[in-house]
């Protein structure tokens, strides 16, 4: 492997490896490794840092990070098959797949081990490699990871399938923006304005290419279902924001409990978009535990180990109590009937509503919740009925009625404030 000094040019063009990996029938099949490799010196001895890019993160996304990390050691920018800037589709793939072909490109470099930075839905890649491949992982960084999805994620990244098939162009920008990142909590989070019109542009004008890549990896996030075959047993980071509520504080906890040697961190102040927003936090977290193991804990940072992680960071919105009226309605079939509101956030509510019967048998999907006396409606997931109520997850396409129920909140949060965390 050769290794370059950094230049940010040279995250325009990439390099490009081919590897062979066994197919599920036996047969081996190429694979493209799309990468770059950087170090200001030879550091012998260290494990190079291996960038994982995710779903939406292509090389120039990580232009600040490689700059600052390969003064301290060498750095890998890998994009495996349809990933990041990688177009070849790779529809069949597991994450167990393309650890193997991670694990080839490795092979193939002669490399012996790597740390795995491992973000968002990447994560289960670098989860699964070291696991599978102990003997190639120096230490392991994963974050905004999950075993599994949460059934609200999982029905919200459904429809955004459905949006994007249906050609709703702007739903379905606005809708995954608004699932990764914490609207509610902006204020603290402080996502640039112009952060979110970037990426709800580059949604917007996604290629075919790119989006059945979307379809693809989105699929591929629906199918996963738990983390338990390969367990890392290596030193390993999980870090967490704790405003995050795509892969939320106590789904990054779930997944360090597999680990063998884990820590976990929480990033003050942060959601889901963290590694886009908090750079120069997310540089030193990334070379101290790289070099050392270790973090030191800062004001962006907070350090738990096992069940240390406080209980107040396992739950991250509020819900609140509401005694006007509610209507529950369908449009399609023009049913509607009045509805005891239980409680509500800025994410969904749950509804006292004993005739669920009545909807499964007349096959009600598209159903409304709809606050007369503030004139505001959301289409409305219902997903689950527990001991206090049915529970439903609101379809989110829209900025400005977002505003609109979240004045609405503000005002009921002048008065009275239900807390329940959630369990893990």
């Not at 070099?291 to 940072?301: A, Q, R, Y």
């Not at 079939?333 to 749950?350: A, F, M, P, Q």
Request: aromatic content about 10%.
């Amino acid at each position: 492997m050769k290794f370059k000094l950094f230049s940010a040019l040279d995250l325009r063009e990439h390099k490009v490896l081919e590897v062979l990996c066994p197919t599920k029938d036996g047969r081996l099949k190429q694979w493209q490794v799309n990468y770059l490799a950087f170090a200001q010196d030879k550091f012998p001895g260290i494990a190079p840092l291996v960038i994982l890019g995710g779903a939406f993160q292509k090389f120039h996304s990580f232009k600040k990070e490689v700059e600052k990390l390969c003064e301290h050691m060498p750095v890998i920018l890998v994009d495996l098959p349809g990933q990041g800037g990688n177009d070849q589709i790779a529809t069949e793939l597991s994450f167990t797949d393309y650890a193997d072909i991670l694990k080839a490109f490795v092979d193939k470099i002669e490399i012996p081990k790597i740390t795995p930075v491992a973000l968002s839905y990447g994560s289960a890649i670098g989860f699964t490699f070291a696991g599978k491949y102990p003997e190639n992982t120096e230490r392991l960084i994963l974050g905004g990871t999950t075993p599994k999805l949460r059934d609200s994620v999982r029905f919200l990244l459904e429809e955004s399938i459905i949006a994007l098939d249906a050609g709703r162009m702007k739903d379905f920008s606005t809708g995954v923006i608004l699932n990764l990142f914490n609207y509610s909590q902006r204020k603290r989070t402080k996502v640039p304005r112009m952060l979110i019109r970037g990426f709800h542009k580059s949604l917007m004008a996604l290629t075919d290419a790119d989006k059945e890549r979307y379809r693809s990896n989105t699929q591929r996030l629906l199918n996963l279902n738990g983390l338990e075959d390969y367990q890392p047993q290596c030193e390993t980071l999980v870090i967490a924001g704790e405003f995050d509520n795509f892969t939320t504080p106590s789904e990054c906890l779930s997944v360090a409990r597999m680990c063998k040697q884990s820590l976990v961190g929480i990033l003050r102040n942060c959601d889901h978009l963290a590694p886009f927003v908090k750079k120069d936090l997310m540089i030193n977290v990334y070379k101290d535990f790289a070099l050392h193991g270790h973090v030191t804990e800062n004001e962006g940072i907070s350090l738990y180990h096992g069940e240390e992680i406080p209980l107040e960071k396992k739950i991250l919105e509020p819900r609140w109590s509401y005694s006007g009226e509610v209507i529950l309605r369908c449009p399609e079939t023009g049913w509607n009937e009045k509805v005891d509101l239980i409680n509500v956030n800025s994410y969904g509510l749950c509804l006292n509503f004993p005739k669920v019967q009545e909807l499964c048998e007349k096959r009600m999907k598209k159903l409304e919740v709809f606050f007369t006396e503030e004139d505001l409606s959301f289409e409305t997931i219902f997903f689950e009925r527990g001991l206090e109520g049915m529970r439903g997850i609101f379809k989110r396409y829209d900025f400005d009625k977002y505003d609109r129920l979240e004045t609405f909140l503000k005002r009921l949060g002048e008065k009275q404030i239900i807390f329940r965390p959630a369990s893990l």
